[in-house]
């Protein structure tokens, strides 16, 4: 079984990123939730930055307390996002007027009410990424946790949907990534930043057999189910954590007081 390796060098500075990252671009899909505080570093990392729509009012709005500047302006025309999808009923008039005018595209697709804003945006990064480049291509989702609930369920169908593609829902406190069941996975944990809290488990399709490394409470050929047993409040307790299941589990791991 092959193997993919993880890592959440994306919350270290630019200059501090380890020689063997596992994935060469990033992408930033940002919602239309708070931004976290760790905003400017994504943003840096990413070779595109989409707004979920409404997410567009967040960039607009919160950018430049994050980045304590003082210039309100000269910041607005810094971080410009180079996409705004969406079915537009949450971006402002003037934030839709402002960024067309600095450049970014507005992909108006009101008409389509049966996907949800995250889904549009990811879609757009699947058909416009070649396969072969998909292993090379993170996307880091902002605002994906810690809000409405169906949102959240939405947002970790997405996941779901789009399994080939590697998905980083992030909030201030945690991130959340898919561990396909097609591939045994490395975990390289980034301890400045992430952890030591930890969980790992199914959703929709039971496992009946997960074997990990590197945590206190590891499982060996373990059963996971909903109503059953469940990995929650665990700990990462060495630099490299290894997973394999027989079924597609979420792997969340909690985020240190970043900057
Ligand atoms: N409270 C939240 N919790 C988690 N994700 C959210 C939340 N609010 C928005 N999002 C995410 O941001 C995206 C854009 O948000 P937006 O408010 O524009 O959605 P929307 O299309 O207006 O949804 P709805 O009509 O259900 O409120 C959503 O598709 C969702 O992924
Ligand atoms: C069965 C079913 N449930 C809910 C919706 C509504 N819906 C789902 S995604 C979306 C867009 C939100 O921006 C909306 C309105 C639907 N179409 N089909």
Same mark, same amino acid.
């Given at each position: ?108 697709? =009101?008409?389509?009410?049966? #996907? @949800?804003? +995250?889904?549009?945006?990811? !879609? ?82 039971? =496992?009946?057999?997960?074997? #990990? @490394?590197? +945590?206190?409470?590891?499982? !060996? ?39």
């Amino acid at each position: 079984m092959d193997v993919i390796m993880h890592s959440s060098s994306f919350l270290l500075p630019k200059l501090y990123q380890p020689v063997n990252k596992p994935v060469k671009n990033y992408a930033l899909v940002v919602l239309n939730q708070h931004l976290p505080r760790f905003m400017p570093r994504l943003w840096d990392h990413a070779n595109l930055r989409i707004c979920a729509d409404g997410g567009a009012n967040h960039i607009f709005d919160e950018m430049y307390q994050i980045t304590n500047d003082e210039d309100k302006k000269s910041t607005r025309n810094k971080y410009v996002p180079e996409i705004i999808e969406g079915d537009m009923d949450s971006i402002r008039p003037e934030v839709k007027l402002f960024y067309s005018s600095q450049g970014s595209k507005i992909s108006d697709k =009101s008409h389509n009410q049966e #996907t @949800t804003d +995250l889904h549009k945006c990811i !879609s757009r990064i699947h058909h416009c990424t070649p396969d072969d480049e998909k292993p090379n291509l993170c996307v880091l989702v902002t605002g994906a946790l810690g809000g409405r609930f169906d949102h959240e369920a939405a947002n970790i169908n997405v996941l779901y949907l789009f399994s080939d593609m590697r998905i980083v829902l992030l909030s201030d406190d945690c991130l959340i990534r898919l561990l396909p069941r097609t591939h045994r996975h490395e975990l390289y944990i980034e301890s400045s930043v992430e952890g030591p809290h930890c969980g790992l488990f199914p959703v929709g399709a039971p =496992s009946t057999s997960t074997t #990990t @490394t590197g +945590l206190k409470w590891n499982l !060996s050929e373990s059963k996971m189910r909903f109503g059953s047993m469940i990995s929650t409040s665990n700990i990462v307790q060495s630099e490299k954590v290894t997973v394999e299941s027989d079924a597609d589990l979420l792997w969340t791991i909690s985020l240190r007081n970043l900057t």
